[in-house]
């Protein structure tokens, strides 16, 4: 079947402006993660929904930083107000619930120039 | 917090060589562990997985045996061949509401023919 899909597959903006990065999970995963992989810092987690809820966001590194998931299907990472720090190749991952694997999508490298 | 730490890396290996990247943890409780193995191009992709002490996890070759009394979870290949040239990563998780996986760094793996 269809792995997980997001897009775009990349991403180049300009400082300060605002972005959206799209995750399609596999049909069926009720858990949904995002985690970031960037030179300085490998890789790091930022948040996850459990159907549409995400009860900790204290991963988003910034309140510019804000993610939504609607239908208990895709979700949406959005970055306001860009900055170079953000430049890094953004990872979506879905499992059938939590206490599954993890199935990563191919990720949205953002560059913010 | 919780950690793991990988082997520095890159490490270079000639086709057919023995293949050993350490992976240690620090955890508060009793994780699952992984390693997951990105191919250059490609997305994360889980390569085995060990859910309790002294489980052993093997695919494709590769083995890594839950190490609870050394806190490791060593991955190791006999006979490494040109397409196994890819970053690997070890990472932990509790599963349920502290499903996010910890990473490591990653260590690039080179084979040379």
């Known amino acids: 079947g269809a792995g997980v899909s997001q897009s775009p597959s990349n991403k180049v903006t300009e400082k300060g402006k605002d972005v959206e990065l799209r995750c399609d999970p596999i049909?069926?995963?009720?858990?949904l993660y995002w985690y970031r992989q960037s030179l300085g810092q490998g890789l790091e987690f930022l948040i996850y929904f459990q159907g549409n809820s995400a009860p900790d966001k204290s991963g988003l590194p910034s309140d510019r930083f804000s993610a939504e998931r609607t239908g208990g299907s895709v979700s949406t990472l959005t970055i306001q107000r860009t900055q170079q720090e953000d430049s890094a190749v953004y990872l979506c991952?879905?499992?059938?619930?939590?206490?599954?694997?993890?199935?990563f999508g191919p990720g949205t490298r953002l560059l913010v120039l | 917090g919780d950690s793991v730490t990988q082997m520095e890396g890159p490490v270079t290996l000639s086709e057919e060589a023995c293949l050993t990247i350490?992976?240690?943890?620090?955890?508060?409780?009793?994780?699952?562990l992984f390693w997951y193995v990105q191919y250059p191009g490609e997305g994360l992709q889980l390569l085995l997985k060990a859910t309790k002490a002294d489980d052993k996890g093997s695919n494709k070759g590769f083995e890594a045996t839950y190490r609870k009394e050394t806190t490791s979870f060593h991955l190791e290949k006999g006979s490494v061949q040109v397409s196994d040239s890819a970053v690997y990563f070890c990472?932990?998780?509790?599963?349920?509401?502290?499903?996010?996986?910890?990473f490591g760094k990653g260590t690039k793996l080179s084979v040379k023919p």
């Open positions: 991952a879905s499992s059938l619930t939590l206490q599954e694997t993890q199935y």
């Open positions: 049909s069926g995963h009720t858990a």
């Open positions: 350490n992976c240690t943890y620090t955890a508060t409780g009793y994780p699952s």
């Open positions: 990472a932990l998780n509790y599963g349920g509401s502290q499903g996010n996986l910890i």
